[in-house]
């Protein structure tokens, strides 16, 4: 249980501050503006996915959130992943940009399965 929770901990401190506190400084940043409008995204699209990856980040730290709150974040997160390693992808081609969506999946899918661990079995 301990290695558990070590896992959890770990995994989703490093989720909660690459996309939660690195993005709440960042995301109106001129490098992060090209970035969207690189990928093809309209600006604003840039600003409302900064506001849903630090709200999901919240909800993922704070452990007096309710449980169907941190499954949709973990959709959610599941979601932008995926669709960061699409759009990298289809602008980019096949290249090293297309590490980090991975790494952060992994991250992401090692932080739920500890969470679903640590949670207790229901009778």
Known sequence: MKKTKILFWVTTTIIFLFEGVLTAFTSQSDMARESIQHLGYPIYFGTMLAVFK????????????P?????????????????????????????ASLVLPVVFMALLAISYTSYHKMMPEKA
């Not at 169907?68 to 973990?74: G, H, L, P, Q, V």
């Not at 932008?80 to 390693?85: E, G, H, N, T």
């Open 54 to 65: 630090v709200l999901g980040a919240l909800v993922l730290i704070i452990p007096a959130i």
């Open 67 to 95: 449980k169907r709150f941190k499954e949709w974040a973990y959709v959610g997160f599941g979601i932008d992943f995926i669709a960061a390693l699409v759009s990298l992808w289809a602008v980019d081609g096949f290249n």
